[in-house]
């Protein structure tokens, strides 16, 4: 067991500012780590152990709360030293206090991030890379400091940062959202040996909460479909994408736009799902034959949508954000147009085939497989697989409900 607690020692010069060290215990034997900061000594609490700030808004008390701010860090740093050497086997308060003023691997928080955004992108791995350039921007609006070290994320300062999420009316899952991703940067740099193990996100939120699912009715489907768009193409084909989404079980604006003519084979569409290249068929209807009359591709076209143009990979990913952008807000338009309570997105038409589906008496597992939950994975161990007949089946189910095929 160790401990390190923050100390105070007064000067023997009364009135004169007196120094702060932090005095490491290990196996009954102690070392005191020097600080370079120094307080007086009505500045210090002898019962809290601590820093006390009458004034936080006086140019002192702002100078004290930076000392704090600093020797949290410089706490922090003894912990990762202290669980780095641990994991090593036995060792002595000497070698702490060795390895601290020598210290361990570290990086620059924006550095690593633009490095791990950088594989990523020559991965191909579009989306990670834009969630983590997205993840850091945020974390960089909360605290800008591009000097920031690898070693400075502190659980006190991470909470803190939970705190100003929430605050700026994120949700609990967009909160969890922001703080997971940062660990698995965090954690991606601890496997590259660029910061040390000790784990500063433990106290945050990083789960997730259960949320109303947002699913359109038979009815709303209805009113969708009958409502008269004639004079307003973008809007038709908004919400005719939106249609075809429904129809093949709630299938990703991604994995729409990627769509190829060469994926449409004797009465079945095979496609991998870009998300997880899970392997999914969908059994080919009416419903969908006459979307894709509606609005055929260019004949050089290698995509079944017209959605994108076939151009440079970048590109493609830019046509596919830009499309998937105005889908959603003409998608928002016609949901207001038509009065409903919750927003309209594609992802809608993926909660709208589980729902119907559900609602025709479909077995959750079939309805799970069909969705291509992965996280279903208890459904998927106990109930096995089941045919591409029977999922085929239970699209056609819900189509027939909506009397489409």
């Not at 100390?7 to 215990?25: D, K, N, Q």
């Not at 922001?178 to 990083?206: I, Q, W």
């Not at 084979?265 to 068929?281: D, I, N, P, S």
């Not at 479909?362 to 029977?390: D, K, N």
Request: proline fraction near 3%; hydrophobic fraction near 45%.
């Amino acid at each position: 067991m160790t401990s390190i607690n923050l100390r105070f020692r007064a000067s023997s010069v009364a009135g004169a500012l007196g120094s702060l060290f932090f005095r490491v215990v290990h196996e009954r034997r102690s070392c005191n780590i020097a600080m370079p900061y120094s307080i007086y000594a009505h500045e210090w609490s002898v019962l809290r152990n601590c820093i006390l700030v009458d004034s936080p808004c006086s140019e002192r008390g702002c100078f004290l709360l930076q000392i704090m701010s600093r020797l949290e860090v410089e706490h922090w740093r003894l912990l990762q030293v202290v669980e780095h050497l641990s994991l090593q086997g036995r060792f002595t308060v000497e070698q702490v206090r060795d390895a601290y003023f020598h210290p361990m691997a570290d990086v620059k928080l924006k550095d690593f991030v633009e490095g791990v955004v950088s594989e990523r992108r020559r991965a191909r791995k579009w989306r990670m890379a834009e969630v983590y350039a997205c993840v850091y921007r945020r974390f960089f609006r909360f605290l800008p400091d591009a000097e920031l070290m690898m070693s400075a994320l502190t659980p006190n300062l991470l909470k803190r940062y939970e705190q100003w999420l929430r605050a700026d009316g994120l949700s609990a899952n967009s909160v969890s959202f922001y703080l997971r991703n940062l660990r698995a940067l965090f954690h991606s740099a601890v496997m590259k040996g660029e910061v040390v193990c000790a784990d500063p996100f433990k106290d945050c939120f990083t789960g997730q909460v259960a949320t109303r699912k947002r699913a359109l009715t038979f009815e709303q489907i209805q009113q969708l479909r009958e409502l008269d768009l004639s004079a307003f193409p973008k809007l038709t084909f908004a919400r005719d994408l939106f249609l075809f989404s429904l129809f093949t079980r709630g299938m990703s604006m991604v994995d729409m736009a990627y769509l190829r003519k060469t994926d449409l084979h004797a009465g079945v569409l095979t496609y991998k799902r870009r998300k997880t290249g899970q392997l999914f068929q969908v059994a080919w209807e009416p419903c969908m034959q006459n979307f894709v009359d509606r609005y055929p591709s260019a004949a050089d076209s290698p995509y079944l949508l017209p959605i994108l143009t076939l151009s440079t990979l970048i590109d493609e990913r830019r046509q596919y954000i830009s499309a998937g952008n105005h889908i959603n807000e003409r998608l928002r338009e016609l949901g207001c147009m038509l009065g409903f309570q919750s927003r309209l997105t594609l992802y809608v038409a993926r909660h709208s085939w589980a729902t119907l589906a559900k609602f025709c008496h479909v077995p959750l597992s079939i309805i799970s497989q069909g969705l291509g939950h992965a996280s279903e994975r208890t459904t998927r161990i106990y109930l096995a697989s089941f045919c591409q007949e029977t999922i085929d089946e239970a699209n056609l189910e819900v189509l027939r409900h909506l009397a489409l095929a």
